[in-house]
């Protein structure tokens, strides 16, 4: 597994609670995507946690995000986690990212363009909204069908 960030200077410097909230979300995508390790959920996220964007449903609390984050890892195991930009202020943070691993069904090499947006809460992840490729990756593995939206989006 490689995990990488291509981070810019950050100015001004990162307050000490900043740096450590930044720290909590780069731990998350190295152990829990890319170690496909959900009992790792309750480390990282807070109890009351909301997060939109990475499924078709919000997810709500621990026990809905540790399931959809199973069956997310049991489909595509992510063998690399890139963080293009993290930029915090308070407990307010926002993130753009890369996922590629293989996708289990289809067995093929996939990549997925991640945004994601939130707010930490005790040093936890409490709210987040993901945005997701999701089409790339459907016309990747032949789930889309492009004849079909060509010819309703011209």
């Known amino acids: 597994m490689n995990f990488k960030e291509e981070a810019p200077k950050i100015n001004p410097p990162w307050t000490q609670r900043e740096e450590l909230n930044a720290a909590l979300l780069r731990r998350w995508l190295k152990a829990g995507w890319e170690a496909n390790d959900s009992t ?45 930009f993290l930029l915090m202020r308070g407990d307010q943070f926002s993130a753009a990212m890369e996922f590629e691993g293989r996708q289990r069904d289809a067995n093929l090499d996939v990549a997925m363009e991640v945004c994601c947006f939130g707010t930490m809460r005790n040093g936890l992840i409490y709210r987040a909204h993901n945005i997701i490729d999701y089409t790339g990756l459907y016309a990747k593995l032949g789930l889309l069908d492009l004849g079909k939206l060509a010819e309703h989006f011209g």
Do not use: Y
């Open 40 to 84: 790792l959920v309750d480390e990282h996220f807070h109890p009351e946690c909301i997060i939109s964007g990475l499924a078709p449903e919000v997810i709500e609390g621990l026990d809905e995000m540790r399931v959809t984050h199973r069956a997310m890892c049991a489909r595509l195991h992510h063998r690399t986690a890139t963080i293009q």
